[in-house]
């Protein structure tokens, strides 16, 4: 009875409901008849015509539908590359945006890096113009950033800048002293790192490995003057013409805020190099940022960005390597100077490549060829030298005729000096393919040679064919000391087999550094050069210069009415030709276990101009490269018997 009971008020309830939505239902039908009606009559409210049909609606659904469709398919690429790039996905990513800023400052001036920094530069930056300028070069011609590609760069940016700020804010447990170091100079301690920084391998290979370095020191340039350099390519590569041989804005995604250059973020290509023609470029395509974080202190950012997407596995003359977030902080002293900490944190893939000679420079745990020491250091020491530049120092007499050098006249010399550096250190980049790789491997010489012709659009070369040979090698005594016999001018005529052994006279030399090796010089030497007739009316100009980590001795013949152009403090001076030679000194990058100061690496280099027709015969050719090859490998004989090491191989 019960059950029974039951299902009747179960059917009751049941027909109740099934009324009520009835009554509902055709509640509902009646108001969406009334709307339909309604809209046969309705306008636009924009244009006040008719409605969209049935048809058009459709259509605009179908191509909203495909419109979504196509940005979720870009959302999962791009949170893909960001996994790629970051090792986060945006989602994990998410952060404050730290492009721009409220603080604001006056632009300053640059009266010290002016003097050795040209001002052609590829991007102008007082247009206005911003992320689509493209620069004309081989690199870049490609089509201009899609937003979405923006959107991944800013992203890249954001996060690599928030992952420097975080290593330069600590040392212990992230950072450790480097073995074998002197203080201040730190390593990162990878289990740390990778715990706070899990990110995505870069370089899939066996022979991937991790360079970091952390060094800090004073700069005697204020923070503008370092930001304004940095953001400029043309600029930077001047600052570090040891270091950088190439750098190129391709796109500026962001100019920053007027005067502190605050948000500014770019796209750069840039070659480093070491100074020696066995050891392989590192080419990056990297993501650089500024952002000032209080006034007074900013931070750069560079991380790499695969922007070609070239692979150059078979390139022998360009090493593989991705940058992970690197860069400096720059911190305003009262002074006038700056105190910069620099952070240099590279995946590379060259031990394969690496030459024996500079396994443990390049390879060990120092990290002196590439890491932030190094940086610190050239910057220290070009900042110094343009302070030298801008001096007012009494005039400094010469033995030319008698007379005296002018401020004007000493700043036109340093410039000449300063191009002819920069020139130099350009010659050294032989790694790849020669023009005669058969010397090398038929004299087992190691002397690496090219041929070039240089023509007016070459400023500061003579015009005709160049033929430029390096070889690098090594000496058991101290940088230091092999310095002290190449620079000084009363031991040239042990080593330079061209001053046909005939004294060398130093005609004027004045400081461009604190260090009394750091020297611009003129001397006068009876210079027998290969292929061009003797003249007496040749001088030399010669620059030395050393620091912590290295030295070089770089000089160039220079005939006289060009010499007392540049005395005279013309503005053409930079524009006279110069055809260097030369040599770079650095430590072996072994530790010093006897305490006498470890040996040295030691790299010759030298550039013989041909008086030949525009385009000599192959004979010809190779009568000049067996010259300077006959040429340099004398010196090097000439410079191991006079430091009593002449039994090495």
Not at 149 to 167: F, G
Not at 201 to 212: D, F, N, Y
Not at 508 to 529: D, K, M, T
Request: charged letters at 20%; aromatic letters at 6%.
């Amino acid at each position: 009875i019960n059950n029974k009971h039951f299902l009747v008020v179960q059917a009751q309830t049941d027909r109740a409901d099934n009324s009520a939505l009835r009554n509902e239902n055709e509640r509902i039908y009646c108001e969406n008849m009334a709307i339909r009606e309604a809209l046969k009559n309705v306008i636009c409210p924009s244009c006040g015509g008719p409605p969209f049909g049935e048809e058009a609606r459709e259509q605009s659904l179908q191509i909203l539908q495909l419109e979504n469709a196509h940005l979720k398919d870009e959302h999962d690429k791009v949170s893909k590359i960001l996994s790629k790039y970051i090792g986060r996905s945006p989602i994990e990513a998410s952060m404050p945006s730290i492009i721009g800023s409220t603080v604001d400052m006056q632009p300053p001036t640059f009266p010290a890096s002016d003097i050795f920094v040209g001002h052609e530069h590829e991007i102008d930056q007082n247009s206005g113009t911003t992320s689509d300028h493209i620069i004309g070069n081989p690199y870049t011609m490609m089509k201009p950033l899609l937003e979405m590609e923006k959107a991944v760069m800013a992203q890249t940016v954001a996060n690599a800048t928030d992952e420097l700020i975080r290593l330069l804010g600590v040392n212990e447990p992230l950072w450790v002293t480097s073995n074998n170091s002197s203080e201040g100079k730190y390593v990162i301690h990878r289990d740390s790192y990778e715990k706070i920084f899990p990110r995505y391998c870069h370089l899939k290979i066996p022979h991937a490995r991790i360079e970091s370095s952390k060094y800090s020191g004073i700069v005697s340039m204020n923070g503008l003057q370092l930001v304004d350099i940095f953001l400029d390519a043309d600029k930077y590569a001047n600052i570090f013409p040891t270091i950088v041989s190439k750098a190129k804005r391709i796109h500026v995604l962001d100019d920053g805020m007027s005067g502190t250059r605050n948000g500014c973020y770019l796209l750069m290509h840039m070659e480093m190099h070491i100074l020696s023609p066995l050891v392989p470029l590192r080419e990056f395509y990297i993501l650089r940022h500024c952002q000032q974080l209080e006034l007074g202190l900013w931070v750069l950012v560079d991380v790499s960005y695969d922007w070609a997407k070239l692979e150059k596995e078979d390139d022998p003359s360009t090493s593989r390597a991705w940058k992970l977030p690197s860069g400096c902080m720059i911190q305003d002293l009262a002074n006038g100077c700056s105190n910069v900490t620099w952070i240099e944190h590279v995946e590379v893939d060259d031990k394969s490549q690496t030459h024996r000679l500079y396994r443990d420079l390049i390879c060990g745990n120092s990290s002196c060829a590439y890491g932030a020491e190094r940086w610190i250091v050239t910057l220290q020491r070009m900042s110094e030298k343009f302070g030298f530049a801008i001096m007012d120092t009494p005039p400094t007499y010469h033995d030319l005729g008698g007379g005296t050098i002018s401020s004007e006249g000493r700043k036109s010399l340093m410039k000449i000096s300063h191009v002819m550096v920069k020139s130099f250190s350009g010659i050294l980049s032989m790694s790849g393919k020669m023009d005669f790789p058969q010397l090398s491997e038929v004299n087992n010489s190691g002397v690496r040679v090219s041929v070039r012709m240089a023509t007016a659009s070459d400023p500061g070369q003579p015009n005709g064919t160049i033929v430029s040979a390096a070889t690098s090698l090594w000496i058991p005594l101290p940088p230091e000391a092999v310095f002290n016999f190449l620079s000084d001018v009363k031991m040239r005529i042990q080593w330079d087999v061209l001053c046909h052994t005939v004294p060398v006279q130093e005609i004027a030399s004045f400081s461009n550094g604190v260090h009394p090796g750091n020297l611009v010089s003129i001397l006068r030497c009876y210079w027998e050069q290969p292929f061009v007739q003797n003249d007496n009316n040749i001088m030399m100009i010669q620059e030395s210069c050393i620091d912590s980590l290295g030295s070089m001795v770089i000089y160039a013949p220079i005939d006289i009415p060009s010499l007392n152009q540049a005395i005279s403090g013309g503005d053409s001076s930079c524009r006279i030709p110069i055809l260097p030679s030369g040599f770079i000194i650095s430590g072996d990058g072994r530790p010093d276990t006897t305490g006498g100061g470890g040996g040295s690496l030691l790299t010759v280099a030298f550039q013989i101009l041909i008086s030949s027709p525009k385009s000599p015969d192959d004979h010809f050719n190779m009568e000049a490269v067996a010259t300077v090859h006959t040429l340099i490998s004398s010196t090097v004989q000439r410079i191991k018997a006079s430091l009593n090491c002449s039994d090495l191989v």
